[in-house]
C-alpha cells in the first residue's frame, strides 16, 4: 500500500507571496493532520481535517488554512508568506478520528521563503 | 493544557550500549503515547504506541517503552545501541478524540562506534 506523499517535496518562495501544498493520505485514510517543524518551535499542530470537516486547529494565523476533498486528499494554503513561515510541513493520516489510531506521516515539504 | 517534556535535547551512547531516552507528559487524564523517529530529511516514523492495556510496549527496530502512571512518565529504551540508530526521536501525545499530537522538543541520539 503506498505511503502518505506530499507535493512539492522542496519550494522557494517570496515573502508576500501564497503558496499551496498537498498531501495525499494512505488510501482508505480519512483523517489529514498538518504539522510545522521549525529549529526553534520544533514540532507544532496546525489542523486536523476528518471527512471534509475541519475538527481541530492549532494556535497559527488566519494566513494558515486548509481543506480537504472528498477522496480524502488535502491542501494547506499559505498567504502573505513571512520569512518566519520556512520549514518543513508534514502531513500525517489516520483511519479515523481517535486519537488511538495509528497517523503515518509522509516526507514533507521543506519550504523556504526568501 | 497537555505538555510532553522530553528531558535530553542530545543523547550519546556507544554501539551496543543501552538506550534509554526520557519522556514525561502533562495531564490530569493520561493520554495516548507516541514514539516517532526521525531520519535527516525524512518524515517521522512511528515506533510503538501506548494507548491502553499492557504498560510495556514493544516497537520496531527492538525498541520498548514502559508507560509509568504514578511517575507521568513513558521512556523509550533498546537494549543494545545500533548505527543506524542515530536519528532524532520525539514523543508525543494526543487525547481519546481527536488527531492533534502534542510533540516533545526532541531527542537526538548520537551512536558512536
Known amino acids: 500500500k503506498a505511503g502518505v506523499t506530499q507535493t512539492p517535496r522542496y519550494l522557494i518562495k517570496t515573502r508576500g507571496q501564497q503558496v499551496t501544498l498537498s498531501c495525499s493520505p494512505i488510501s482508505g485514510h480519512r483523517s489529514v493532520s498538518w504539522y510545522q517543524q521549525t529549529p526553534g518551535q520544533g514540532l507544532q499542530f496546525l489542523f486536523e481535517y476528518f471527512s471534509e470537516t475541519q475538527r481541530n486547529k492549532g494556535n497559527f494565523p488566519g494566513r494558515f488554512s486548509g481543506r480537504q476533498f472528498s477522496n480524502s486528499r488535502s491542501e494547506m494554503n499559505v498567504s502573505t508568506l513571512e520569512l518566519g513561515d520556512s520549514a518543513l510541513y508534514l502531513c500525517?493520516?489516520?483511519?479515523?478520528?481517535?486519537?488511538?489510531?495509528?497517523?503515518?506521516f509522509g516526507p514533507g515539504t521543506r519550504l523556504t521563503v526568501t | 493544557a497537555q505538555s510532553v517534556t522530553q528531558l535530553g535535547s542530545h543523547v550519546s551512547v556507544s554501539e551496543g550500549a543501552l538506550v534509554l531516552l526520557r519522556c514525561n507528559y502533562s495531564s490530569s487524564v493520561p493520554p495516548y503515547l507516541f514514539w516517532y523517529v526521525q531520519y535527516p530529511n525524512q518524515g517521522l516514523q512511528l515506533l510503538l504506541k501506548?494507548?491502553?492495556?499492557?504498560?510495556l510496549v514493544k516497537g520496531i527496530n527492538g525498541f520498548e517503552a514502559e508507560f509509568k502512571k504514578s511517575e507521568t512518565s513513558f521512556h523509550l529504551t533498546k537494549p543494545s545501541a545500533h548505527m543506524s540508530d542515530a536519528a532524532e526521536y520525539f514523543c508525543?501525545?494526543?487525547?481519546?478524540?481527536?488527531?492533534?499530537?502534542?510533540f516533545g522538543a526532541g531527542t537526538i541520539l548520537r551512536v558512536k562506534s
Open positions: 508525543a501525545a494526543t487525547r481519546e478524540y481527536g488527531n492533534k499530537l502534542v
Open positions: 501506548y494507548t491502553t492495556g499492557a504498560t
Open positions: 500525517a493520516s489516520s483511519l479515523g478520528d481517535r486519537g488511538n489510531y495509528e497517523q503515518y
